[in-house]
């Protein structure tokens, strides 16, 4: 979340927030509910110099490549260590 939020400030993106992702739980063990990862959304604005949606839309790919891809790097450098 740091991550992005960093690269938004840098693209000059407004984040507005951030949402848990409502899941539906019905019929999961106890042992799949302690594991089971929360999901968040972030709701991004359109910031100030970005003139259509089109251009907004290529702001966003370029936020989440950047984050990605040092996330990406670490996992690599994770499992060539294991």
């Known amino acids: 979340m740091a991550q992005l939020e960093h690269f938004l400030l840098v693209e000059k ?3 507005i927030g951030w949402r848990d992702v409502p899941v539906d ?5 106890e042992a799949v509910l302690a594991q089971m990862p929360v999901i968040r959304q ?3 604005g359109r910031g100030p110099n970005i003139r259509d949606q089109d251009a907004h839309e290529r ?6 490549k950047q984050t990605q891809n040092p996330l990406r790097e670490l996992a690599a450098k994770k499992n060539c260590r294991a």
């Open 13 to 15: 993106q407004p984040l």
């Open 59 to 64: 702001k966003l790919l370029a936020v989440r």
């Open 42 to 44: 972030a709701i991004i």
């Open 25 to 29: 739980t019905t019929g999961l063990g």
